[in-house]
């Protein structure tokens, strides 16, 4: 005898009724192909922040090592997906950013996922700001420890929970520069609340890699952070560097123990020679030319004296991130599908993906944007904006 437990409309039939829900609240999230050529828009919702990502020497550091290693890296790291060309990227990943050891994953997510689950085994203790990136927030799901999470950029709720712990190990888990208002945390005052208590401290530096520190080494870098060994930083190839993929920088010790207990580094398909290739053009290029950190961080404080100027509620950006804050989802939306049509591609940040509720118009400063530009984006932003 048969019992009928979903409705007629089948087993996934609720998903409908989730779509319904997101159509009504204005949260309908659609793909939406990039054109080749840009289609005439000035970008500034992607995160190509050092305008790297067609550079000449970085689109030929993917080709040449997709004609000599192939399309894809054909295995997980450990099997066959590792050819000298990653090797390379870390040794110059881990020496540029003032580090022992660099591993270089799939993705920056990949990344996170490993760093934060293999060094959280259970019974330790994960310490994650409010405001950290999913990928961190996934991470801290997956690890084996508890989570608390404490007020997002107060290193005194950090002191807190550390000290109400109840020994065991202990990590702290942040992100560098927040990705949503383009602030960054405390990390030298993170790091001495660690210390008082014998913690790890992970930093999550997307953001900070090729804006902050001296010629764009980094957050922890800028820190004083880089090379302690209690000290741990996950980075994306996908920003600064024009590339895709990520890495974890730490000791020796710490990148041992990845290789050996890290599932997303394990389980998964080696990084693709190509987009290897391109990162490590991309971070000679910048080694070469420090400048390009220095004026993304330039043209990010240009956008929003601009932005404020005009009367926009803009947060003060610490790296490459400009944040304009919007009245509602809805508002938000038609903000950013205004300003596409007269040829400025904003981001649009706005509930569920913002931790705070707010929704906001999230700009990309890019160390290739002419003052001309800035100009005109600032006219259309501001033109467009509700009233």
Not at 31 to 58: C, F, I, K, Q, S
Not at 302 to 316: F, I, P, Q, Y
Request: charged share 20%.
């Amino acid at each position: 005898m048969s019992t009928n437990r979903h409705p007629a409309s089948g087993a996934f039939g609720w998903i409908d009724e989730q779509a319904r829900l997101r159509a009504e609240a204005g949260l309908v999230r659609t793909l939406r192909p990039r054109p080749a050529d840009a289609g005439g828009l000035l970008d500034l919702a992607g995160n190509d922040y050092l305008g790297l990502t067609r550079h000449p020497e970085v689109t030929e550091g993917a080709a040449g090592a997709a004609r000599r290693w192939g399309g894809g890296a054909t295995g997980s790291r450990l099997v066959t997906g590792t050819t000298e060309l990653h090797a390379e990227l870390e040794r110059e990943l881990a020496a540029f950013c003032g580090f022992e050891a660099a591993l270089v994953f799939s993705s920056g997510y990949a990344a996170n996922l490993a760093a934060v689950t293999a060094l959280a085994p259970h019974g330790s203790l994960v310490v994650s700001d409010a405001g950290n990136h999913a990928s961190l927030i996934d991470g801290c799901r997956l690890a084996r420890g508890t989570t608390q999470v404490v007020p997002h950029a107060d290193p005194d709720a950090v002191r807190k929970t550390l000290d109400a712990a109840q020994g065991g190990p202990a990590v702290v888990v942040s992100d560098s520069v927040f990705s949503v208002d383009g602030d960054m945390a405390p990390l030298g005052r993170l790091a001495a609340a660690c210390r008082e208590f014998g913690a790890g401290l992970i930093i999550d530096d997307a953001h900070g890699l090729g804006v902050l520190g001296d010629g764009g080494r980094g957050a922890a870098a800028a820190a004083g952070l880089a090379g302690a060994d209690d000290t741990v930083v996950t980075l994306t190839l996908s920003k600064s560097l024009g590339s895709q993929g990520g890495a974890v920088l730490g000791s020796a010790q710490v990148v041992a123990h990845l290789v050996n207990a890290a599932r997303t580094f394990i389980f998964d398909t080696g990084l693709a020679p190509a987009a290897a290739g391109a990162a490590l053009a991309a971070l000679r290029l910048l080694r070469r030319e420090p400048e390009r950190a220095t004026r993304a961080r330039a043209v990010a404080a240009e956008l929003h004296r601009r932005l404020t100027a005009e009367g926009l509620s803009a947060v003060r950006p610490d790296a490459a991130v400009v944040s304009v804050r919007a009245p509602s989802p809805e508002q938000a939306v038609q903000w950013a599908a205004d300003c596409r049509a007269e040829g400025l591609a904003v981001g649009c940040f706005r509930p569920p993906s913002v931790p705070d509720g707010i929704s906001r118009l999230r700009l990309t400063a890019r160390a290739d944007l002419t003052d001309a530009q800035i100009a005109g984006a600032v006219r259309v932003i501001s033109r467009s904006a509700p009233r």
